[in-house]
């Protein structure tokens, strides 16, 4: 099964610049990156999804090198309410090898 | 966010009963999805969906059932709850499949096997 890994916790303060990297060495030549953002007691929320190069949507971006063995989500200037965990997902090329990492978890401190 | 709901949230059963989560979607989505989550794992893919009466196992799949008979309604069954089925269970359906589409997730149920 593909399987990603990411840091566990990271700690940040508000106004500052977040990167978050995940490692997916057995990616599959057709699969896509996606990154989920969950709150506690909630579902996981799609925050970006990319293939390859740069993504960039109003709330976050993704780079992916040319390898695709990793992917880093870059928050910018993140305030106290992007507090959660976020996970990276990638499916080994079939839907039934879905694997989601166990996520980081991201504080952001006053 | 897409229409997508359980029920029940919290469910308290004992080892050896039969249970059944369930989850609706609004979306006319094609696939739908159980994951169950638990400390130090992360989300694990249970079962998944790709049609009404079409379902395929993923990472975790011993203990459990799934059925669909209608587009909007995924049925998640444990035939006989055991302790290590404690567990926060959440749905979360996709117009299409593998990784290549948004998975929209419902809130969850915990589930306590006692």
């Known amino acids: 099964l593909a399987k990603t890994t990411q840091p566990i916790s990271m700690d940040s303060y508000e106004g500052q610049e977040v990167n978050i990297t995940c490692s997916h060495n057995n990616i599959a030549t057709n699969d896509y990156i996606t990154w989920y953002q969950q709150f506690p007691s909630q579902g996981p929320r799609f925050i970006i999804q990319g293939y390859k190069t740069k993504v960039t949507n109003e709330v976050a971006s993704l780079f992916i090198p040319a390898d695709r063995k990793s992917s880093t989500l870059s928050l910018p200037r993140v305030s106290l309410s992007d507090t959660a965990v976020y996970y990276c997902l990638t499916n080994g090329g079939a839907t039934n090898k879905l694997i989601f990492g166990t996520g980081t978890l991201l504080a952001v401190q006053p | 966010d897409a229409g997508i709901t359980q029920s029940p949230r919290h469910k308290v059963t004992e080892t050896g009963t039969p249970v059944t989560l369930r989850c609706h979607q609004t979306e006319n989505h094609r696939y739908m999805y159980w994951y169950r989550q638990d400390p130090g794992h992360g989300l694990r893919l249970i079962h998944y969906?790709?049609?009404?009466?079409?379902?395929d196992k993923g990472e975790v799949s011993d203990g459990y059932s799934v059925s669909r008979s209608k587009t909007e309604d995924f049925l998640l069954t444990l035939e006989s709850a055991t302790s290590s089925q404690t567990s926060v269970y959440f749905c979360?359906?996709?117009?299409?499949?593998?990784?290549?589409?948004?998975?929209?997730f419902g809130p969850g149920t915990r589930l306590t096997v006692l």
């Open positions: 969906s790709y049609g009404v009466k079409d379902t």
């Open positions: 979360a359906s996709s117009s299409g499949g593998a990784g290549a589409d948004t998975q929209y």
